[in-house]
């Protein structure tokens, strides 16, 4: 009993140490793959990294030149602007009213040059120094290009 006994413990023992070992093997073979796929990950992870180092480098570049640009613009627009000259003030008649029918349109460039001549009379101005004059505000105002 004692000699079946003992081999019963061996015979356990030894497929403990089976399973045991069949067991490992199993843990290392996925540890080994997970290992790998980790690998795989920092690989991949580290590409989209320069990826993304080379759409924000670009994405800089293209907010430069768009802030060059709106610079550019800007400075047009105030040059374009530098030559305007917009006249308001009580001395700005308001346009006269059309008689019955229709008569010739106001001279508004006219009326511009009378008043600068009037206030700026140092200033000497003809008439092809005005490109172009317009009524604006309701008629309050004179924009004189």
């Known amino acids: 009993m004692k000699e079946l006994l003992r081999e019963e413990r061996e015979s356990l023992r030894d497929f403990i140490r089976e399973e045991i070992s069949r067991t490992t093997e199993t843990f290392r073979s996925e540890l080994a793959e997970q290992k790998n796929r980790i690998v795989e990950l ?13 759409l ?11 802030a060059d640009l709106e610079a550019a613009l800007d400075q ?4 374009q602007k530098s030559s305007d000259l917009i006249l ?3 001395a700005i008649l308001p346009p006269p009213q059309p008689a019955e029918g229709r008569g010739p349109p106001e001279d508004v460039a006219g009326v ?6 009037r206030h700026l009379p140092a200033v ?7 490109v172009s ?9 004179l924009l004189c290009v």
């Open 88 to 90: 308001s003030g009580s």
């Open 133 to 141: 004059c317009t009524r604006i505000a309701r008629g309050k105002e």
């Open 76 to 79: 047009v627009e105030a040059d």
């Open 112 to 117: 511009a040059l009378g008043l600068l001549r």
């Open 124 to 130: 000497e101005l003809k008439r092809e120094d005005i």
């Open 56 to 66: 924000e480098r670009r994405l800089r570049g293209r907010e430069d030149r768009t």
């Open 42 to 54: 920092e690989s991949h992870v580290e590409a989209q990294g320069v990826f993304i180092d080379e």
